[in-house]
């Protein structure tokens, strides 16, 4: 509804709808972990809610947009709307990477005999050492091999680089009003997006089987597939909202003045690109 010269939007069923599927699949994720057979089931349920979600509250603020009932003020709104997720999406990962170096520069050192840790070494841990990458005193995760950076992790790190040149040369295009350009630029981001997933989910299954990487491999398994699940799954999340913008770009949305749902989506996948950096360089490489 209009209210002077803003626009208040109805109440709205889809948030309710998001919590809940992604209640489920928490609940999922947890029983898989502990490995019990409904977890895959509500995990699977609990996506297919929550990208339900995506598709139904995309569609109606498409609609709500191209029938002209947002102003400047809804946009400002949106904007700083949008700046707040990615920030509380930098502080999501910022914990992850945070633990990642807590256990790495303190824990590890500690059980290791340094510092404060000589007597938990000496009476609880004796020998054990603290190299990097560990799976824990006794080798409570099993024996494991790690991921060479300079492997598929490098390609997919060049895989996303392009694809932020390729959604920046949509955005030129959608500036200079070249429909063509822009649609095949923003097929190519796409395009990207998905093989590195296939990637991810390839290197995942050669850690698996090939070299007992998994998220029982003490400390370092179980950090590095929270790191770069996580960051899967945002990848996953950005090529929805990638197409879902495609497929508006060729039914002709937005204007060269006119697109901050392209703008937030870019800003989106830019985020997602930093973030596989900082992955690249602490979890793959240093």
């Known amino acids: 509804m209009a209210q ?91 914990a992850f990477f945070g633990a990642l170096f807590y256990a790495r520069m303190f824990a590890v050192p500690w059980l290791g005999g340094e510092g404060t840790g000589a007597m938990t070494n000496q009476f609880l841990y004796p020998g054990f050492e603290a190299v990097w990458p560990t799976n824990g005193p006794a080798e409570m995760g099993g024996s494991f091999q790690t991921i060479s950076g300079f492997g598929l992790p490098l390609v997919n790190t060049l895989l996303l680089l392009t694809s932020g040149v390729t959604i920046t040369m949509a955005h030129w295009a959608l500036k200079r009003s070249q429909r063509g350009a822009l649609i095949a630029w923003m097929i190519a981001t796409i395009l990207l997006g998905v093989v590195f997933l296939y990637v991810q989910m390839y290197e995942y299954a050669h850690a698996y089987k090939d070299l007992g990487l998994t998220l029982g491999s003490g400390i370092y398994g179980s950090t590095f597939f929270m790191l770069t699940g996580f960051h899967g799954l945002h990848v996953t999340v950005g090529a929805i909202m990638l197409t879902v913008i495609t497929v508006r770009c060729a039914m002709g949305h937005f204007t060269k003045k006119n697109h901050f749902g392209f703008e937030a989506v870019a800003w989106y996948w830019h985020f997602v690109d930093v973030v596989w950096l900082g992955l690249f360089i602490f979890v793959y490489i240093v």
Do not use: C
Request: without cysteine.
């Open 4 to 94: 002077g010269n803003y626009y208040v939007p109805h109440t709205a069923k889809w948030p309710i709808v998001g919590s809940i599927g992604l209640f489920i699949m928490m609940i999922g994720a947890a029983n898989w972990l502990n490995e019990a057979s409904s977890g895959p089931w509500f995990f699977a349920a609990g996506a297919a809610v929550v990208i339900t979600m995506m598709f139904g509250w995309f569609a109606e603020v498409i609609r709500e947009s191209e029938a002209g009932m947002y102003n400047s003020a809804v946009d400002t709104s949106f904007r700083q709307g949008m700046i707040w997720f990615i920030f509380s999406e930098v502080m999501f990962f910022a």
